[in-house]
Protein backbone atom coordinates (compact mmCIF):
# COMPACT_ATOMS: atom_id res chain seq x y z
CA UNK A 1 0.00 0.00 0.00
CA UNK A 2 1.16 3.42 -1.28
CA UNK A 3 1.84 5.57 1.60
CA UNK A 4 2.76 9.15 2.25
CA UNK A 5 3.44 10.15 5.60
CA UNK A 6 4.69 14.10 6.81
CA UNK A 7 5.92 15.24 10.11
CA UNK A 8 7.49 18.19 10.93
CA UNK A 9 4.72 20.79 11.50
CA UNK A 10 3.57 22.38 14.13
CA UNK A 11 3.73 26.06 15.19
CA UNK A 12 6.14 28.81 14.38
CA UNK A 13 7.28 32.22 15.04
CA UNK A 14 7.51 35.21 12.04
CA UNK A 15 10.85 35.21 10.94
CA UNK A 16 11.80 31.20 12.52
CA UNK A 17 12.44 28.13 10.81
CA UNK A 18 10.57 24.54 10.98
CA UNK A 19 11.72 21.11 8.50
CA UNK A 20 9.07 19.30 6.89
CA UNK A 21 9.74 15.51 6.59
CA UNK A 22 7.90 13.07 4.32
CA UNK A 23 8.58 9.10 4.53
CA UNK A 24 7.49 7.51 1.12
CA UNK A 25 6.65 3.73 1.73
CA UNK A 26 4.83 0.98 -0.40
CA UNK A 27 6.79 2.17 -3.73
CA UNK A 28 9.62 2.64 -5.43
CA UNK A 29 10.40 6.70 -4.00
CA UNK A 30 13.39 6.89 -6.35
CA UNK A 31 11.84 6.81 -9.13
CA UNK A 32 9.21 9.55 -8.86
CA UNK A 33 8.94 13.43 -9.19
CA UNK A 34 8.02 14.52 -5.65
CA UNK A 35 6.20 18.01 -4.97
CA UNK A 36 5.07 19.77 -2.02
CA UNK A 37 1.48 21.62 -2.45
CA UNK A 38 0.10 23.66 0.35
CA UNK A 39 -3.35 25.03 1.38
CA UNK A 40 -4.58 27.98 3.55
CA UNK A 41 -7.42 27.52 6.04
CA UNK A 42 -10.39 27.89 4.06
CA UNK A 43 -8.67 28.72 0.69
CA UNK A 44 -7.34 26.64 -2.62
CA UNK A 45 -4.37 24.94 -3.49
CA UNK A 46 -0.94 26.21 -3.99
CA UNK A 47 2.28 24.33 -5.37
CA UNK A 48 4.93 24.88 -3.70
CA UNK A 49 8.11 23.44 -4.81
CA UNK A 50 8.98 19.44 -6.87
CA UNK A 51 12.06 17.68 -7.04
CA UNK A 52 13.22 15.05 -9.58
CA UNK A 53 14.57 11.77 -8.89
CA UNK A 54 18.06 12.24 -8.30
CA UNK A 55 16.91 15.20 -6.59
CA UNK A 56 19.36 17.49 -9.23
CA UNK A 57 16.34 19.21 -10.51
CA UNK A 58 13.92 21.51 -8.57
CA UNK A 59 11.58 24.49 -9.24
CA UNK A 60 9.90 26.15 -6.19
CA UNK A 61 6.69 28.95 -6.27
CA UNK A 62 8.09 32.72 -6.47
CA UNK A 63 6.80 33.69 -3.13
CA UNK A 64 8.99 30.76 -1.14
CA UNK A 65 12.22 31.18 -3.31
CA UNK A 66 15.27 32.22 -1.06
CA UNK A 67 13.20 30.83 1.73
CA UNK A 68 12.66 27.38 1.19
CA UNK A 69 14.87 24.73 0.51
CA UNK A 70 13.41 20.80 -0.49
CA UNK A 71 15.54 17.60 -0.51
CA UNK A 72 15.49 13.73 -0.62
CA UNK A 73 17.28 10.66 0.49
CA UNK A 74 16.17 7.79 -1.66
CA UNK A 75 18.06 5.84 1.20
CA UNK A 76 15.53 6.49 3.83
CA UNK A 77 12.68 6.93 1.14
CA UNK A 78 12.18 10.67 2.23
CA UNK A 79 11.61 13.99 1.21
CA UNK A 80 12.30 17.23 3.46
CA UNK A 81 11.06 21.01 2.86
CA UNK A 82 13.11 23.38 4.84
CA UNK A 83 11.34 26.12 5.55
CA UNK A 84 12.95 29.38 6.81
CA UNK A 85 12.25 33.24 7.38
CA UNK A 86 8.49 32.20 7.64
CA UNK A 87 5.58 34.56 7.49
CA UNK A 88 2.02 34.41 8.21
CA UNK A 89 1.20 33.71 4.56
CA UNK A 90 2.66 30.43 4.89
CA UNK A 91 0.40 29.48 7.57
CA UNK A 92 -1.25 26.20 5.66
CA UNK A 93 -1.56 22.24 5.42
CA UNK A 94 1.41 21.21 3.53
CA UNK A 95 1.24 17.74 1.40
CA UNK A 96 3.73 15.50 -0.04
CA UNK A 97 2.79 14.48 -3.22
CA UNK A 98 3.93 12.08 -5.83
CA UNK A 99 3.94 12.24 -9.03
CA UNK A 100 1.55 15.31 -9.16
CA UNK A 101 1.20 15.78 -12.77
CA UNK A 102 1.15 12.56 -13.75
CA UNK A 103 -1.38 9.05 -13.94
CA UNK A 104 0.59 7.76 -10.28
CA UNK A 105 -0.32 11.04 -8.50
CA UNK A 106 -0.42 9.99 -5.01
CA UNK A 107 -1.15 12.72 -1.71
CA UNK A 108 -0.18 12.36 1.97
CA UNK A 109 -2.58 13.42 4.53
CA UNK A 110 -1.30 17.27 4.89
CA UNK A 111 0.73 18.34 8.04
CA UNK A 112 -0.72 22.00 9.66
CA UNK A 113 1.84 24.86 9.87
CA UNK A 114 1.23 27.68 11.71
CA UNK A 115 3.25 31.05 11.75
CA UNK A 116 2.08 33.42 14.18
CA UNK A 117 3.38 34.86 17.12
CA UNK B 1 -2.92 34.11 -7.31
CA UNK B 2 -4.46 31.57 -9.35
CA UNK B 3 -4.10 31.79 -13.12
CA UNK B 4 -6.62 29.12 -14.30
CA UNK B 5 -9.72 30.09 -13.61
CA UNK B 6 -13.11 28.01 -12.34
CA UNK B 7 -16.47 28.71 -11.31
CA UNK B 8 -16.77 28.96 -7.40
CA UNK B 9 -19.56 26.93 -7.56
CA UNK B 10 -21.68 24.31 -9.29
CA UNK B 11 -24.98 21.90 -8.19
CA UNK B 12 -27.37 19.63 -9.57
CA UNK B 13 -29.79 17.08 -8.21
CA UNK B 14 -28.90 13.49 -8.36
CA UNK B 15 -28.66 11.72 -11.38
CA UNK B 16 -27.76 15.13 -13.67
CA UNK B 17 -24.86 16.31 -15.41
CA UNK B 18 -22.63 18.74 -13.72
CA UNK B 19 -20.03 20.46 -16.05
CA UNK B 20 -17.21 22.36 -14.59
CA UNK B 21 -14.69 24.68 -17.14
CA UNK B 22 -10.91 25.43 -16.35
CA UNK B 23 -9.94 28.95 -18.61
CA UNK B 24 -6.22 28.98 -19.17
CA UNK B 25 -3.53 30.04 -21.76
CA UNK B 26 -1.23 29.03 -24.01
CA UNK B 27 1.49 29.07 -21.32
CA UNK B 28 -0.11 26.25 -19.69
CA UNK B 29 -3.41 24.36 -20.34
CA UNK B 30 -2.61 25.43 -24.45
CA UNK B 31 0.73 23.26 -24.40
CA UNK B 32 0.71 20.50 -21.62
CA UNK B 33 -1.72 18.32 -20.26
CA UNK B 34 -4.59 18.80 -17.36
CA UNK B 35 -4.95 16.93 -13.86
CA UNK B 36 -8.53 17.30 -12.03
CA UNK B 37 -8.36 16.26 -8.28
CA UNK B 38 -11.20 16.02 -5.85
CA UNK B 39 -10.97 17.27 -2.42
CA UNK B 40 -13.93 16.06 -0.25
CA UNK B 41 -13.82 18.55 2.74
CA UNK B 42 -11.58 17.63 5.81
CA UNK B 43 -9.82 15.30 4.25
CA UNK B 44 -6.62 15.31 1.19
CA UNK B 45 -7.15 16.17 -2.59
CA UNK B 46 -7.00 12.79 -4.39
CA UNK B 47 -6.66 12.53 -8.64
CA UNK B 48 -9.50 11.82 -10.37
CA UNK B 49 -8.44 12.72 -14.50
CA UNK B 50 -4.83 12.69 -15.48
CA UNK B 51 -3.45 13.50 -18.75
CA UNK B 52 -6.63 15.92 -19.75
CA UNK B 53 -9.08 12.92 -20.24
CA UNK B 54 -7.48 9.97 -18.46
CA UNK B 55 -9.02 8.25 -15.28
CA UNK B 56 -6.80 6.76 -12.84
CA UNK B 57 -8.00 2.86 -11.13
CA UNK B 58 -10.96 3.04 -9.34
CA UNK B 59 -12.37 6.38 -10.29
CA UNK B 60 -16.18 5.76 -11.71
CA UNK B 61 -16.44 6.53 -15.21
CA UNK B 62 -19.18 8.93 -14.60
CA UNK B 63 -15.94 11.25 -14.45
CA UNK B 64 -14.87 12.50 -17.83
CA UNK B 65 -12.17 15.06 -18.72
CA UNK B 66 -11.66 17.08 -22.30
CA UNK B 67 -9.38 20.12 -23.64
CA UNK B 68 -9.95 22.17 -26.28
CA UNK B 69 -6.95 24.88 -26.93
CA UNK B 70 -6.25 26.70 -23.14
CA UNK B 71 -9.72 25.26 -21.84
CA UNK B 72 -10.09 22.64 -19.88
CA UNK B 73 -13.71 20.78 -18.64
CA UNK B 74 -15.06 18.20 -16.12
CA UNK B 75 -18.05 16.39 -16.51
CA UNK B 76 -19.54 14.34 -14.08
CA UNK B 77 -22.98 12.28 -15.45
CA UNK B 78 -25.00 10.88 -12.98
CA UNK B 79 -23.90 12.94 -10.20
CA UNK B 80 -24.05 11.27 -6.83
CA UNK B 81 -24.47 12.56 -2.96
CA UNK B 82 -20.88 11.93 -2.64
CA UNK B 83 -19.82 13.94 -5.38
CA UNK B 84 -20.20 16.54 -3.39
CA UNK B 85 -16.61 18.32 -2.99
CA UNK B 86 -14.38 20.77 -4.13
CA UNK B 87 -12.48 20.38 -7.92
CA UNK B 88 -9.52 21.59 -8.95
CA UNK B 89 -7.89 21.84 -12.55
CA UNK B 90 -4.27 22.08 -12.43
CA UNK B 91 -1.36 22.56 -14.84
CA UNK B 92 2.37 23.17 -15.17
CA UNK B 93 2.70 26.69 -16.59
CA UNK B 94 5.73 27.21 -18.90
CA UNK B 95 6.01 30.86 -18.14
CA UNK B 96 5.79 30.71 -14.62
CA UNK B 97 8.04 27.69 -14.20
CA UNK B 98 6.00 25.95 -12.13
CA UNK B 99 2.76 23.99 -11.30
CA UNK B 100 -0.36 26.37 -11.51
CA UNK B 101 -3.74 24.87 -9.49
CA UNK B 102 -7.32 26.14 -10.60
CA UNK B 103 -9.48 28.35 -8.02
CA UNK B 104 -11.70 25.44 -7.38
CA UNK B 105 -15.29 24.76 -7.51
CA UNK B 106 -17.67 23.44 -4.84
CA UNK B 107 -20.38 20.76 -6.07
CA UNK B 108 -23.26 21.01 -4.31
CA UNK B 109 -25.66 17.89 -4.74
CA UNK B 110 -29.27 19.30 -4.05
Known amino acids: EVQLVESGGGLVQPGGSLRLSCTAS????????MNWVRQAPGKGLEWVAN????????SFVDSVKGRFTMSRDNAKNSLYLQMNSLRAEDTAIYYC??????????WGQGILVTVSS | QSVLTQPPSASGTPGQRVTISCSGSSSNIGRGTVNWYQQVPGTAPKLLIYRDSQRPSGVPDRFSGSKSGPSASLAISGLQSEDEADYYC???????????FGTGTKVTVL
Open chain 1, 51 to 58: INQDGSDK
Open chain 1, 26 to 33: GFTFRTYW
Open chain 1, 97 to 106: VRDLSGGSCY
Open chain 2, 90 to 100: AAWDDSLNGYV
